[in-house]
Nanobody, 123 residues
Framework: QVQLVESGGGLVQVGGSLRLSCAVSGSIVTINNMGWYRQAPGKQRETVATITSDSTTNYADSVKGRFTGSRDNAKKTMILQMNSLNSEDTAVYSC?????????????????WGQGTQVTVSS
């Protein structure tokens, strides 16, 4: 069974840094696009960063220059390095991956989500 597990969230002061990790487990053929999303209380889910299979990365304007996303296809992991955090970054962060698996009937492409990790930035 394919699963995505995030780690690295927590409490940090304004101006601090955190590093989020997302690990893919299970039998897969390939990981296509990956990404990080966040949702703050009372707000809609926001795309933070997306990373293609060749590691082309796009960021939300609100995090450009502060966050850096990367992935290691061999290790099936994705990292989000978050620097210069501010209170607006407080949210539950979730990782996402579009994954191809081998089924008895052939290949299947499906979207998977992690359970989310809380990031809280205090002033």
């Amino acid at each position: 069974q394919v699963q995505l597990v995030e780690s690295g969230g927590g409490l940090v002061q304004v101006g601090g840094s955190l590093r989020l990790s997302c690990a893919v487990s299970g039998s897969i053929v390939t990981i296509n696009n990956m990404g990080w999303y966040r949702q703050a209380p009372g707000k809609q889910r926001e795309t933070v960063a997306t990373i293609t299979s060749d590691s082309t990365t796009n960021y939300a304007d609100s995090v450009k220059g502060r966050f850096t996303g990367s992935r290691d296809n061999a290790k099936k992991t994705m990292i989000l390095q978050m620097n210069s955090l501010n209170s607006e970054d407080t949210a539950v962060y979730s990782c996402y991956a579009r994954i191809t698996t081998k089924q008895n009937s052939g290949f299947r492409v499906r979207d998977y989500w992690g359970q989310g990790t809380q990031v809280t930035v205090s002033s």
